[in-house]
């Protein structure tokens, strides 16, 4: 059973939103900070947002403002709800939870 497992990443246009959801249904609980990180082809993994149990939030700056995380821990599930998308964001966009890793969805932002 995969432990982490992302939906939601799709085509959309700039100016558009997606919201991208990670279910840790493979773990027991559902205690530890989860984090949403992203690679764009050529470039490094870079943090977008993280939360803890008790909601505590913290963004990269090039996405405060825009981007939402949120969890609902009864669910298992975290979710990033991304505003005013840019081609900037287009990225493969990956959950964390505490030290596993998602598969990756991919978001891409056409001009």
């Known amino acids: 059973q995969v432990p982490l497992v992302e939906s939601g990443g799709e085509l959309v246009q700039a100016g558009g939103s997606l919201g991208l959801s990670c279910t840790a249904s493979?773990?027991?609980?559902?205690?530890?900070?989860t984090a949403w990180y992203r690679q764009a082809p050529g470039n490094q993994r870079e943090l977008v947002a993280t939360i803890t149990y008790s909601k505590s939030t913290n963004y990269a700056d090039s996405v405060k403002g825009r981007f939402t995380i949120s969890r609902d821990n009864a669910k298992k599930t975290v979710y990033l709800q991304m505003n005013s998308l840019s081609p900037d964001d287009t990225a493969v966009y990956y959950c964390?939870?505490?030290?596993?890793w998602g598969q990756g969805t991919q978001v891409t932002v056409s001009s």
């Open positions: 964390k939870y505490g030290g596993l």
């Open positions: 493979g773990v027991i609980g559902f205690f530890a900070d």
